[in-house]
């Protein structure tokens, strides 16, 4: 059963310069959060497909953009910030995978709680 995020997280658009510091420090807010245990960032299409691949208990989409080009740098961004994070679960820093310029990119969080 998945949990809901109990922050009010909006996925931002827009250029990735323009939200990356806002990013930042939303992943902060909610890696601080007690109650996760790890947490992984990605990119996907479709939040419920990537949750279930993942198994993780909840998604958040913290970014949105029609540009495959604009996520792959939001997502290569926020896992080189959080690359060291005792929770992260990222294992590489680039942006590994399929894009899509068919539907809207999501960059999500991933989180597994305690």
Do not use: C
């Amino acid at each position: 059963m998945r949990r809901e995020v109990d922050l009010d997280v909006s996925a931002l658009s827009g250029w990735p310069d323009d939200v990356a510091g806002e990013l930042d420090e939303v992943v902060k807010t909610i890696v601080r959060d007690a109650r996760v245990a790890e947490f992984y960032v990605g990119r996907g299409v479709d939040l419920d497909q990537r949750a279930s691949e993942h198994q993780a208990d909840d998604i958040a989409a913290l970014y949105e953009t029609e540009s495959p080009d604009h996520a792959m740098i939001v997502e290569e961004y926020l896992i080189g910030r959080f690359i060291n994070h005792k929770k992260n679960s990222n294992t590489v820093v680039d942006a590994r995978g399929g894009v899509s310029d068919e539907f809207v990119n999501y960059v999500y969080i991933a989180v597994w709680w305690n």
